[in-house]
């Protein structure tokens, strides 16, 4: 197992046009967690599934962001109508959730999003 | 809400010196965990080091070292013997017990000079 993949690893595309990013966690993860980067920034919170339930959704995720697990593996982010404000570097994570304890987040490299 | 910040957005140190970054957090939970993370340029981010809020004794590992201040809410990580390897950006996260969430900082960019 090589770790958390996302692909692509680059979109450019032009405003008004909707993307769609790919996740594949670490097998057997249970856990997996969207996050945006912004230039300069650190990581911030979008959403998190454990299996396929979409357990949280943070107030950044607006009504033109929707994230599927569907069947609690791999994950999409779909992004509609994209703004010039989206522009930005979405990571994924995936962490093994076990009855009490801690559960590292293991990160993928993230898609670089562009928006013309 | 948790909160974390780094107010240091760069920090340079000389090869086999050593450096500490600095990080204050903010959360009404009394059980949680902190994080520091290292991304490398156009690298995934990994996990340098955690520590947990109920351990008084502060984490280390290998080189890597932090100093935590329960009271205060600040979490600072020390690198010995800084490597040209540890060039990245460092995070400070958090990362209530209750919650599944990481909230991040700003950053630190570490350069390190031969």
């Known amino acids: 197992d090589t770790g958390v993949s996302q692909d692509p690893r680059h979109k450019i595309t032009k405003r008004g046009q909707n993307v769609t990013f790919r996740c594949d966690p670490i097998?057997?993860?249970?856990?997996l967690y969207w996050y945006r980067q912004t230039l300069g920034q650190g990581p911030e919170f979008l959403t998190y599934?454990?299996?396929?339930?979409?357990?949280?959704k943070s107030r950044l995720l607006s009504d033109r962001f929707s994230a599927e697990r569907p069947k609690g593996s791999f994950s999409t982010l779909e992004i509609q109508r994209t703004e010039q404000g989206d522009s930005a570097m979405y990571l994924c994570?995936?962490?093994?959730?076990?009855?009490?304890?801690?559960?590292?987040?293991?990160f993928g490299p993230g898609t670089r999003l562009t928006v013309l | 809400a948790q909160t974390v910040t780094q107010s240091q957005p760069e920090m340079s140190v000389q090869e086999a010196e050593t450096v500490t970054l600095s990080c204050t957090y903010d959360?009404?939970?009394?059980?949680?965990?902190l994080f520091w993370y290292k991304q490398p340029p156009s690298r995934q981010m990994i996990l340098v080091i955690r520590?947990?809020?109920?351990?008084?004794q502060n984490a280390t590992e290998n080189r890597f070292s932090v100093n935590f201040q329960k009271a205060a809410k600040s979490f600072s990580l020390k690198i010995s013997d800084s490597q040209l390897g540890d060039a990245a950006m460092y995070f400070c996260?958090?990362?209530?017990?209750?919650?599944?969430?990481?909230?991040f900082g700003e950053g630190t960019q570490l350069t390190v000079n031969p």
């Open positions: 599934f454990q299996n396929e339930a979409q357990l949280e």
């Open positions: 959360t009404s939970e009394s059980d949680y965990y």
């Open positions: 520590q947990e809020a109920y351990k008084q």
């Open positions: 996260a958090c990362k209530e017990t209750s919650g599944s969430r990481l909230t």
């Open positions: 097998s057997e993860h249970n856990r």
């Open positions: 994570a995936s962490s093994l959730k076990l009855a009490g304890g801690y559960n590292e987040q293991f």
